[in-house]
């Protein structure tokens, strides 16, 4: 059976998502310390399980990226079978080719494993 995680931008679509399948959303805390960097904490074992985690790349684009990458770092280092990242909106899609020179491809960045 999937677990599905939800990313501080999605946890209603998530929690309806996991409604429809008939599965209970996993547990994950995220929070905020005081300089503003992100802390993510999953709440139960994933190991040997199929993993999709929801969040946007709307908002606050950078601190959701951020959140969802340490959130997939996370179920990695915790011997999950496959993650998934269910995005809506990808975030950085505008810089998806070189423009100029010295000029980094942003998109490619953002979309690598």
């Not at 999950?80 to 020179?101: G, H, M």
Request: charged share 25%; glycine share 8%; proline share 4%.
């Amino acid at each position: 059976m999937p677990k599905i995680f939800s990313g501080s931008s999605l946890q209603d679509l998530s929690q309806k998502i996991a409604d429809h399948l008939g599965l209970e959303p996993g547990k994950v805390v995220t929070k905020k310390f005081s300089n503003q960097e992100t802390c993510v904490e999953i709440g139960e074992s994933v190991r040997g399980e199929d993993v999709y985690i929801g969040q946007s790349g709307c908002g606050e684009i950078s601190d959701n990226l951020v959140e969802l990458l340490i959130m997939i770092n996370a179920c990695k280092i915790a011997s999950a079978s496959w993650v998934t990242a269910v995005i809506l909106c990808f975030p950085y899609a505008r810089q998806d080719k070189k423009d100029k020179s010295r000029a980094p491809i942003s998109a490619k960045l953002v979309a690598s494993p």
